[in-house]
């Protein structure tokens, strides 16, 4: 009985520290989540899903994104290059064909899904260019 008052009072006197303590305990022993992108004929819908995912579990290590393709056509995933300099060389956009019925792991977050990406975006300019990607069809 002395040692859980003992206990007890240690962690009211630490209350921050302790709040800490359980917040990092959390988040370390939280399972590790990443996306997909279930792409249909007519539709798509992103998930958050776990390593033990039947769909992904022998890809989990080859991306952070996985594309799953279950349309009958190919869909496209292509990079956007954008820059802070309005000068900007010729670019030549990464295309990467996913073809129906198939998974595609992903390195790269998808940041336009299905809609046109814009044609200029905010780069600061220590960053001199930025690269998006956009999943059409």
């Given at each position: 009985m002395n040692?859980?008052?003992?206990?007890?009072?240690?962690?009211?006197?630490?209350?921050?520290?302790?709040?800490?303590?359980?917040?990092?305990i959390?988040?370390?022993?939280?399972?590790?989540?990443?996306t997909?992108?279930?792409?249909t004929?007519y539709?798509?819908e992103?998930?958050?899903?776990k390593?033990?995912?039947?769909?992904?579990?022998?890809?989990?290590?080859?991306?952070?994104?996985?594309?799953?393709?279950?349309?009958?056509?190919?869909i496209?995933?292509e990079?956007?290059e954008?820059?802070?300099?309005?000068?900007?060389?010729?670019y030549?956009p990464?295309?990467?064909?996913i073809?129906?019925?198939?998974?595609?792991?992903?390195k790269?977050?998808?940041?336009y899904?299905f809609?046109?990406?814009?044609?200029?975006?905010?780069?600061?300019?220590?960053?001199g260019k930025?690269?998006r990607?956009h999943?059409?069809?």
């Amino acid at each position: 009985m002395n040692l859980i008052s003992s206990i007890l009072s240690f962690l009211l006197r630490n209350f921050y520290l302790t709040l800490v303590a359980v917040f990092a305990i959390y988040f370390w022993l939280k399972p590790e989540t990443k996306t997909i992108i279930n792409v249909t004929n007519y539709s798509y819908e992103k998930q958050e899903v776990k390593k033990d995912d039947p769909r992904i579990y022998n890809l989990w290590d080859q991306g952070n994104v996985f594309i799953i393709n279950n349309s009958n056509s190919t869909i496209f995933l292509e990079s956007v290059e954008y820059s802070s300099n309005s000068y900007q060389n010729s670019y030549d956009p990464v295309t990467i064909k996913i073809r129906g019925n198939s998974t595609y792991p992903s390195k790269n977050n998808v940041n336009y899904i299905f809609s046109e990406p814009p044609n200029s975006i905010s780069v600061s300019s220590s960053a001199g260019k930025t690269t998006r990607w956009h999943l059409r069809r």
